[in-house]
């Protein structure tokens, strides 16, 4: 009770709210729980016969057996069977449509150019489809033509079989495969492969000599090179750019810092500053002392530094004051050194009672910012606190949902 009295009316408002929706999810789980009823199974659908089977589960209640003592089934429902007298039908018509359908667009069976369409099954149809050819590897698994054993045309004999089960047909066929129609540079390439692999093929010399000549054309074989200067361009290009982003980001990390820091330190500089003046010293006097005042703000140190060595350098006090406004900017730097040269432009009067103000309201204003960023952290309290209540609501209503 103590730690939630010291929560503010924000917090307290969240937690309540959390605390009311998560009672009202589970009295919601309950009443849902409590409605429940068993839906009673009589049958169930097969899958059809091109079908695959399907994981079931399911409760069965046995008359006589204690309450909560009900037995659980976990299996699968296996396909529709074609029936018996029709399997044999249903082979030959398979065979008729993939006869009909396996000649590519443009190709017939006395002239296959690329190869045969010859899917492992039809659409929606549970027979099993293979076939052979009287050479092997004549036809690649997917139908494809191996061109490499076809220099000229060529029948080939092709067994096209369709089984089901235990149960299976077949057919034969003749097609006429054609060579592939090479370009000059394919026939190039192809007789340049030719020599080769009969030059490397087997032999009894310890020194292979290669061909230099083929249809006319001169031809030299090498190693290819390794190229390793696009590697190195892309390695460094990407170097740099990496580089160039952290660096970047780097310095934008240290202009942010330094801001932050000029401003968390101005509230002391112009409360030390008044102190200072209020004692009896004058403005540069003060300025030289307020050098070696901020050890930990070394931002603000350094900025001071900078003016003394502008007024010891040729510099007027007005014009190094003015800089260092500048090179801070914002609006409470640039307003303390609009008062402290308007107080050496007109005297110096009004600057002690003109700067206790500012200082007050520095540090009303820091006040106000310390309380802005409660109430961020505040805020991103919220999300954590909501997803952490959906989880709650998850975890009660799934179960109940699953069960339907």
């Known amino acids: 009770m103590a730690i939630y009295k010291s929560f503010d009316k924000k917090q307290r408002l969240i937690i309540a709210i959390s605390i009311i929706l998560a009672l009202l ?26 079908g695959e089977a399907e994981n079931i589960s399911f409760g069965v209640e046995v008359e006589g057996m204690d309450e909560g003592e009900d037995l659980s089934y976990e299996g699968q429902v296996g396909v529709k069977r074609l029936e018996e007298e029709k399997i044999n039908d249903y082979l030959n018509r398979t065979l008729d449509t993939l006869e009909a359908t396996m000649y590519r ?45 076809i220099k000229e045309k060529k029948d080939v004999t092709i067994k096209l079989i369709a089984s089901y089960r235990e149960k299976e047909a077949s057919r034969t066929l003749v097609i006429t495969i054609y060579p592939k129609t090479l370009t000059a540079d394919e026939k190039i390439k192809l007789g ?31 190693f290819p090179k390794e190229e390793i200067t696009g590697n190195i361009v892309g390695i460094a290009l990407a170097t740099i750019i990496c580089l160039f982003a952290v660096f970047n980001e780097n310095n934008k990390r240290r202009i942010r810092e330094r801001e932050e820091e000029l ?77 402290i040269n308007q107080s050496l432009k007109l005297g110096s009067g009004q600057l002690l009672s003109r700067l206790e103000a500012e200082s ?35 975890i009660i209503m799934v179960p109940a949902l699953m069960a339907v």
């Open 192 to 222: 340049v492969k030719e020599s080769l692999d009969k030059a490397l093929t087997d032999g009894e010399n310890d020194t292979i000599i290669l061909p230099t000549e083929i249809e006319g054309r001169r031809i030299r074989a090498f």
């Open 25 to 50: 999810g589970i009295i919601a789980g309950i009443i849902y729980d409590s409605g429940l009823a068993n839906v009673e199974l009589t049958t169930i659908t097969r899958p059809q016969s091109y």
């Open 263 to 339: 401003k968390n330190g101005y509230t002391e500089f112009v409360g030390r500053f008044v102190i200072l003046l209020g004692a009896g010293l004058s403005i540069s006097a003060i300025w030289k002392k307020l050098e070696t005042g901020f050890a930990s703000n070394k931002s603000l140190t350094e900025e001071i530094r900078l003016t003394l060595w502008e007024v010891g350098n040729g510099k007027t006090e007005r014009e190094a004051y003015e800089n260092f406004g500048k090179r801070i900017g914002g609006t409470q730097y640039s307003k303390f050194v609009s008062v």
């Open 105 to 149: 667009e443009g190709e017939a069976k006395n002239r296959v150019m690329t190869g045969l369409n010859i899917p492992a099954r039809l659409e929606n149809n549970p027979v099993d489809i293979s076939f052979s050819t009287d050479e092997g590897g004549i036809l690649h698994d997917n139908g494809d033509i191996n061109f490499e054993m």
């Open 360 to 394: 007050e309201a520095a540090m009303f204003e820091r006040r106000n910012k310390a309380k802005v960023m409660g109430e961020v952290a505040d805020t991103k309290l919220l999300m954590p606190m909501m997803l952490q209540l959906v989880l709650i609501m998850l």
